[in-house]
């Protein structure tokens, strides 16, 4: 039996870590969120340049095709390579059909000049009103206040939200958020906040992530916020991202439902409509949340983008295979540079 739902959204991404997977080892094991961040991450988007994040970006919208996920906003660091990124991002994006939401993610890690940088690249690539994104921020314990509220600024000239990571380890400084955030944000992670925070926007939910970086559970249930989820970068699986956010919400609380965890995946649409128009035809019985929670390794036949097939068991408008093995280039050139960082 053949069921069919919207094309999927991923909330909260990060394509460039497409490339990641077989990268060198760090200097010395991580023994904590700030140090995974310094000594993976950082290091990983210091190595980037134009070629690997075009790469990389279309591995990752071909693997979201893959998944029935036909839109994804995503949020790109690349300190060496800032002018022109999001650009190569959303070109990508576009030539393998999967809709696509930018954001450069603003930081002070690298001076005033990288903060400056960053929000030139997003003036620049929401400047001609016809691409979705987002204005980024890293997160308000790597920015400056005027960087903040520069960037508070930039979202508003553009009417569009600021994309930040909040709360993710326990010494976010997001207070310094609250005066500027607004009900267009996307506030991603949460796992700190407390009930009471604030904040204004909708909040991301990342469970693989949170677990994967020991972070914690955020509890997003207990926001009064609305909730959607992503997956920080962990390819874009979102059913599996579903089935994920529904076993760690029952874990805490055994009164979850699959139909709680099933409405956040919904929230996407919200945030990307355009998916609404899309379409995804899974080999399954029903497409009821119980159902699917407990039906593991589900995968689209058939996936259509605002009315053309896209995916028919491979993708139809672009080589799979090529855009594999150029990805496995790019891959083997940025491991390179990464392992000659000092």
Known sequence: ??????????????????????????????????????????RLDLALDLEAIEWSAKLGALEALERGTTAIIDHHESPNAIEGSLSVIAGACQEVGVRISCAYGVTDRHGPEGAAAGLAENDRFLGDGEREGYVGLHAAFTCSDDTIAAAAELARKHDVGVHVHVAEGDADTWQRLVDHSDDDWLIVHGVHL??????????VHNPRSNMNNSVGYARPARFDLPIALGTDGIGADMLEEFRLAYAAARADDVTATPDRAWGWLQNGWDLMPTALDDRVFWAVESADPWHLAFTPGTSPLEVEVDGEVVWDGEPTLVDGDEIRAKATEAATKLHARLAALD
């Not at 999927?8 to 870590?17: M, R, T």
């Not at 407390?194 to 909040?203: F, N």
């Open 194 to 203: 407390p009930d009471d925070h604030g904040l204004r926007g909708t909040l």
């Open 1 to 42: 039996m053949t069921v069919s739902t919207p094309g999927l959204v991923c909330a909260h991404h990060h394509l460039y870590s497409a490339l990641a997977r077989g990268m060198p080892a760090p200097p010395r094991t991580p023994g904590g969120f700030q140090e995974i961040l310094e000594l993976v991450w950082w």
